[in-house]
């Protein structure tokens, strides 16, 4: 397994979760099941983790990674699927996601551009920590 063939199963992971997941709420008018799909999530990275034979190290920058990009390839088509724009926010008061709360709290009501851009961000850093530590093994 190598690092390009794991993110391309991330992201087909995501976008699907996200198409799913709109469908159930906008068709079936049902609840996203949130720990479900961190459940699911978490155990791919896991696995991947496990075929890219990756350390402690690279393995952190992966998990870090694998975070970053699921906020962009489930989100923003989950947004799109719904009809919602690129940037929206949760307006349910509290959210029932705990991470929207999270990120509500740090970005405010109006920060969704500012939450794609740290993810954006972070999604490019930890690829880039996670290309040139491939030099270093």
Known sequence: MNLELSILILIGFNVCNAFIDAYKITVLHREIRHA???SAY???VWILIHLLEYNAARSISFCLFSFFIRQITFDIPLNW???LSTFYVSTANPPKAIWDRIEIW???KDGGRKQVEWYLAGSALTITILIFSQYGS
């Open 106 to 108: 740090i970005f405010g």
């Open 81 to 83: 699927r719904r009809g």
């Open 36 to 38: 479900i799909n961190f």
């Open 42 to 44: 978490a155990i791919l």
